[in-house]
Structure formats: C-alpha cells, structure tokens
C-alpha cells in the first residue's frame, strides 16, 4: 500500500517522535511505500485563509467557503498546499501521530485537516461518511496521552471515555471523508510511564501496523 | 463583568463576522467590560512551539512540556502570547465565535487553547475540572454550522448529537480550566439558512448574552 504518516511534534528527542520512526519503519518493513507529512520541520501553516488559494475567483468579494468549493478542481490551491492534497490524493492508508492536546488534534494538526481534507478530494455534496470521497482507504490514530488508561475508561472516569473523546476525529473528520477507520494505538500516560512502558507502547504500534490490510475497522 | 471574546475568521464580510459585532454590542450594551482576540486579524501563531518562550531553561535539552510547565509563573512567555494569557486571566467570562470546521475549533482557535490555557493560568496538578484555576469564571461557545440542526439532533442522525461532538470542547477545555460552561448557541446551516434565519440566529445570539451572570451552566 501507499502509506502516508502525518506528525505533529516539534522537539527533535520526543517520544512521538520515537514513535513516527517506529511507524516508518515497521510501514516500509511490510513493503509499504511511505510520504511523511512532518509538519512542524515543514513548517506547515494551520490557519486555513487567503494564502490557500493561489489565485482567487473573487478577489473583491473573497469568502473562504465559496474559493475553498471548486479550488481542488479548478487547480487553484496554492503549490504546497496542493502538493499535500496529492499525497492524500495517492495515499491507500493514512496514520495520525500526535500529541492529544486538549482531548484533540494539536492546532498544527488541525491545520493539516481544515486546509487538505478539501471538497472534492475529501467529499462533495451527496457524498460524505460512506460515501466519502476517500472511500476504500484506511486510516488510524497514533496518540499520546498525558493522563494514565483509568483516566478514560469506564463509567465516572475523569475525563470520559476514549472512544466518545476521539468520535469528532475518527468519524468527524476520517470517516466524513469515506476512511475505513482502524482502533487507535495509543501510549497511556507517556511523562510518567516509565521507559519500560513507552518501549512497549512502540511494540504495541508496530504490531498494529502489520495488520492494516486486515483490521477489522470501527463499525459506524 | 469583564467579558473577552476570542473570534475565528478571516473574512471581512463573513456571517462570523456579524456575529463577533452583535457580540460586543451586546455585551457593551449590559454595561460589561469587553476586550477581544480577533485571532486572523492579530496573526496569532498557532502552533505550539519554541517560539512561545522568551527564554529557554533548556535550550539544549529542550522539550516543549516542560518548557511549558514553569514558565507561566517564571514570566518566561514570549510578549504577544503572555499578552494572550493576560486577557483570558482577567475575563470573567470568555466567548469564543468560530465556524464549526470539522466538528471542532478552527485551527488557529485550537492553537489559543493549545499556547493560551497553560499550567499555572489554566490547571495545576491536582486542579482540573471542578478546581481548574479559572473556577468561578464563565464561557460559551458561539458557533455556526454548514449543516442543518437535524442533522445533529436525535438517534441516527448524520453527524451525531451536538452536545456529544461539543464535549470535548465543552468539557475537556473550558471544564477543564474550572469554566461554569453555559450552553452553547448555535446558528445552523447558515450557508443555505436564508437572511430571516441568519438575523433570527443574531437576536438569539444577543437574548443569550442578556444572561450570561445568571443562566444556569451545564452540569457535569
């Protein structure tokens, strides 16, 4: 498959950073071929706006809806935006590595969902969840949280449960755009874990990745 | 009450926009105290990264968590984001407006929690949620959406509940931080809702803002 891996971290010794090596290894040992979407080495603007857009249908009346609406197929996003369009675009299998900041996607992250995930490449009117436009691909969730397991599980836990906390991702942005969805792999309580641990939340990962093709993915 | 809105679009005419007005008319008008972050408008950085800190205590060693961690109470944040966290310190009530881009905040709103909501302003060990730092304090979402409101009320509809798909903004950020969350206001489809129906959103907008020292929050 075509493999693509979105990172969100910025510091060049973190663990998610350990964990975005993991995943490319473990991808390309499988002969997968895999793009990596770093995106703070990139750069990577988040704020969606006017610098999408290489050119402007109306540049005296500019609305970011009406542009973003035909801008994918009229060619008109600008060159490195539409360069990560096309690695969506290419991609059978996509992978979220990220910090869980405020039970969602790092800002950085976001970014890369508000300005890529684009009507239609992503869905188009009649065209969303099952019949997203990015049907038949497959994507997961690589996360670290700050906070230990029991934290999220279960009735009256702190925070509330995992799966309810990733719905807006996993269904609201991957599944919106047709994505077969697998179980997220995540490292629990990644400050005060232990190095034993976070060295088993990297096996964890890599086992998981072997079974992509397969995976049964989230039922919706 | 000191009242701050943060706002989220980048367009001069945009409906978001009308809103942010009606706002700050509504809430000058009952006599409140209202600064606000008009965070296209400011350029604000989204992306949580070095560029928050003035100062290092690890520059060769260093890893954003733990930069993060002290530096509120060392007064080691660079000056437009300590400027940021001064605001939000002193509002007795925070508003945020923003289009609701894939079931979540906008990047560059994202990008305030992440670098605005620090330890030490926003939570410490121990205080979270019910004892979160800004306790006693009050927010509200104010949002707009592309889709109608069915399709985010009831059993099998096409989005899922509203209130679950707020949580984890309403609970995991302003909870979080000690927020009294009121519950959100929302104007739906407001592409395709018509000038009646969008005006109809700003006075319910307004009527809201009328209560915000005495309207009963959400119970968690």
Redesign the interface.
């Known amino acids: 498959m075509k493999a693509l891996v979105v990172f969100a971290?910025?510091?060049?010794?973190?663990y998610n950073r350990a964990r975005l090596e993991t995943a490319v290894a473990a991808l390309e040992g499988a002969g997968h071929e895999v793009a990596v979407s770093d995106?703070?080495a990139m750069g990577?603007e988040?704020?969606?706006?006017?610098g999408d857009f290489a050119t402007l249908n109306e540049p005296d009346?500019?609305?970011?809806?009406s542009e973003q609406g035909n801008a994918y197929k009229q060619g008109r996003f600008a060159a490195g935006l539409a360069a990560e369009q096309e690695k969506l675009a290419r991609a059978d299998f996509v992978l979220l590595q990220f910090p869980f900041?405020?039970?969602?996607?790092?800002?950085?992250l976001?970014?890369w969902?508000?300005r890529v995930?684009v009507p239609g490449l992503a869905y188009a009117s009649g065209a969303?969840?099952d019949t997203g436009l990015l049907a038949g691909r497959r994507g997961m969730l690589s996360l670290t949280t700050?906070s230990p397991e029991a934290d999220f599980r279960g009735a009256d836990c702190?925070?509330?449960d995992i799966d309810?906390?990733l719905?807006?991702?996993n269904?609201?942005?991957l599944r919106?755009a047709g994505f077969d969805v697998l179980p997220p792999v995540i490292a629990w309580d990644v400050?005060d874990a232990g190095d034993a641990a976070r060295k088993g939340y990297l096996e964890d990962l890599r086992t998981r990745l072997e079974t992509i093709e397969t995976a049964e993915p989230i039922a919706y």
């Open positions: 971290h910025q510091d060049a010794h973190s995106l703070y990577f988040a704020a969606a706006g006017r009346a500019y609305k970011f809806e900041w405020w039970f969602s996607l790092p800002a950085i976001k970014g969902v508000d995930f969303r969840y700050a702190l925070h509330g309810g906390l719905h807006h991702i269904h609201g942005m919106y400050h």
